[in-house]
Each structure stands twice: as C-alpha cells, then as structure tokens.
C-alpha cells in the first residue's frame, strides 16, 4: 500500500514528530547553556561538567530501556483505546524505574570521587565534579518518575502536553542556570555548583507539573493496584521487550562511556573539544530525535489496530526521511564550525584544532545516527523486534570498535583524530545489518491481546 493512501501519515507524523523535537531541542539546550556558561568561566569546569555529565547518561540508558519497552506496548494498546492497560503499563514502568533511579541517587551523593574516577584520572578535574554530583544527585531520583509519566502521556495522545510540561522545566533550568552560575537577580555566583542546583531545581517543577496532571479527571492516572500488582501476561511481554532494549542501552551506553573514558585519558584539551562537538550534534539532532521517538508511537498505533500494510509503507516513507534530516544536520554542522571555532575563544590552541576536525567527522556520524534512530529506536521496536539492537550493538561497540580505540590510543599511540574517527565509525558501521534485518519485515507484528513478542 502506498503511503499516498494513508492520508493522516504527515498530520500525525508532525503532530508526534514537532513537540518531541521541541522538547529534545530544549533538553539539548541545557547542556549547551552548562557547557557555554562554564566554558566562560575556565576550559577545567566545562570538562569537569561534562564527565560528571555520564553519570546521568548511564542512568538515561535505564530510563531509555524502560520506556521503550513500555512504548511498544502503550502504542499498541493506545491504538485499540486499551486505557486501563496503558495504566497497567505505567505501573510496570515505575516499578522498575524508581527503584534504580534511587540506586544511582544514593551512588552520587555517597561516593561522587568514585564515579569521577572512573571517567578521569585528573585530580582537578574530579574535585570539580565532586559537590556537582552531590547538588544534582537528588534530580536523578525525581527523573525516575516524571519522564515516565511524561512517555507515557506521548503514546497516549498526549504528545504536545507532554512537550510542554517538559520545556518548562528546561526553560526553567536554563534561566536558574544563568542566575545561579554567574550571581544574577541578587543570586550568589555559585559556579558548577550552580549548574547542578539549576538542574534539582528545574526537576523538581517537572515532577510537581506531572502529579498535577495525573490527578485530572480523564487523563492516565498512577494507580496503587497498578504499581503493586500485575497483570501476569502483560507484566511477561513488558518484561520480553524491556530486557533486550536494557542489555542494548547498557551495551551502546557503557561503550560510550567507554569512549568517553578513552577521550578523557587523551587529554584535558580532547576533553573540552569533544564536549562542545558533542552538544552541538546533539541540538542537531533533535528532529531525528523527535523522529526515531515519533515513527514508533506512529507504527506502533498501526500495527496495534492491525493495519500491517499500512505500517509498512510508513517504515519505508521514514527511512527516506531519516536519511534527509540527518544529511542536513550534519550539513549544518560544518557550516557552524566557524561560529563554534569563535564560541570556543577559551579554548587552549590545541582544543582548537581538535575542535575543527571533529566537526568534519560528526557530519557523516549524523547521517548515519538519524538512520538508527528510527530504525533501531522506532520501528524495529515498535513491533516488539528489540533483540537486533542488542546483538548489533554488542557486536559492533564492544568487538570491533571501543578494542580498536582502545589499542590505537593506549598501545600504538595514535593521534587523537585517528582515535575520534574510530570511535563515531559505529553509527556508519551498522547500517548494512539494520537495512538487511528491516527487509526481513521481523517488526511488523500486531502485540496486543497477549500477542507473542
């Protein structure tokens, strides 16, 4: 069946794909706003934020598995207007998120030079990361619930609401950011300490505007009989789906932090470079972002009402359109490297030119992360399909590319480009597979009513 033939595929593709954009957008923006302010303050504390930075990326990997896992299943459910198993799912999802959104609080506050030491051996470094982790400690905590309830909220026609309670949040932290950093309105300039109470604070307001909304006569409601008890067959497929979904954030995720152990042992000069690269592709990003996120909840609703056809022919339409948006990031991102070479006026003469040529490579790495995200993010899960990301990147990440890195940096000493390049080769290296296994048309299943996963 042609897309043509399927009149709301753009209306509900914008709809979903826009305010999730906006919302990654203003997410981004927060790490842009830390590391600019910071970076005005010294090259130390913009590397120092931006190490302690992974421990919350570790504990997003989590949060990831997790809501995919229950997005496949809400879209679908949310496709045949299944409200009280859309509410099931959320119970499964917080009795699972809460507990390691706790683990990781408890982790930060207690042993922060722990956690910086295994990103950095620098001692100046660490002792910056030190009281951040501890300020932003309690923000992982309240994560754990309000950015379940706000995926929840997007598969089931929610999606601006949802952006909206979030940008919020995100609006907030960046003003907080610029008051608490550098002492505006009154405020004591509190530095990188600063950046971390932004961040609690603007969390906070997050989950305040979550449990307002839940409360609403109508809308998907946190139920105790939910959270404390399952629904035995639903409770399996969650569990079938999120598992895989967990070992492949866990397997990408730690071989990213891998890389960043690996970039952070190169120098306080990569460091830097590599966090201002990596912000920028991240903002470029947003509307594949909001376009792998998107392109699930749109198939996934499909192939919940049992329009297998139809689903299909709007996998094959996002594919194209995945390979556009992420041309056109990465065109935009060498058409900033001037502007970012400007920005980066603090930066010693050698982050600088690392700074060029990293550029260059995250261009092609664009393309290809824009591809994954739907396919690997969107529509292979949506049909339940989750075990390829896992072996992909299993095989990919940790067999062929953090070795290598890892030799050409420590044992043949190469240069820090060389190193790079080798490290952002692991969006480009999989797409042969992923194209091979879409083909294949394993994804296109219908999950609901118990089906098998």
Known sequence: MRIRSDPPFWKELFTLVLPIALQALLTS??????????????????SAISLAGQVQFVLSLFHAAFMIGASTLAAQYWGIRDVDSVEQILGLYLRWSLPVSLLFTAAALGAPELLMRVFTGDPALIQLGIPYLRM???????????????????????????????????VLNIGLNLCLIFGWMGLPALGILGAALATTLSRAVELLLCLCHCRRPGQIQVRPKSVLRRRRSLST????LMLPVLANEITWGCGCSMASVIMGHLGSDAVAANAIVSIVRTILLCFCTGL????????????????????????QRLIRISLLS????????LALTPLLLRLGGNLT???????????????????????????IGGLFCAGGDTRF???????????????????????????VMAVYLILN?????????????????????????????
Not at 30 to 42: F, P, Y
Not at 349 to 375: F, P, W
Not at 431 to 450: D, S
């Open 136 to 170: 932003v400690s309690p923000s992982y905590l309240m994560m754990g619930f309000s950015q379940m309830y706000l995926n929840i909220m997007k598969n089931s026609g929610q999606v601006l609401r949802s952006a909206l309670y979030s940008s919020a949040a995100v």
């Open 29 to 46: 923006l927060v790490s842009a706003s830390d590391a600019l302010m910071l970076g005005l303050l010294d090259q130390s504390a913009l």
């Open 326 to 333: 992420g041309a056109i990031a990465g065109g935009t991102l």
């Open 389 to 415: 990301g896992f072996l992909c990147d299993l095989i990919n990440l940790w067999c062929v590319i953090i070795p290598l890195a890892a030799l050409a940096a420590f044992v043949l000493k190469w240069p």
């Open 292 to 315: 792998g996120a998107g392109s699930g909840i749109l198939v996934g609703n499909r192939l919940g009402a049992g329009a297998l056809e139809q689903a299909k022919a709007c996998g």
């Open 349 to 375: 003469g050698q982050a600088t030119q690392y700074l060029r040529a990293m550029t260059g490579i995250s261009a092609l790495y664009l393309v290809g992360k824009s591809l994954n995200g739907v396919l």
């Open 425 to 453: 080769f692991d969006e480009i290296g999989k797409i042969p597979f992923e194209i091979a296994h879409y083909r294949k048309y394993k994804w296109l299943r219908n999950l609901t009513h118990g089906g098998a996963v």
């Open 237 to 240: 497929q969650f569990t079938r």
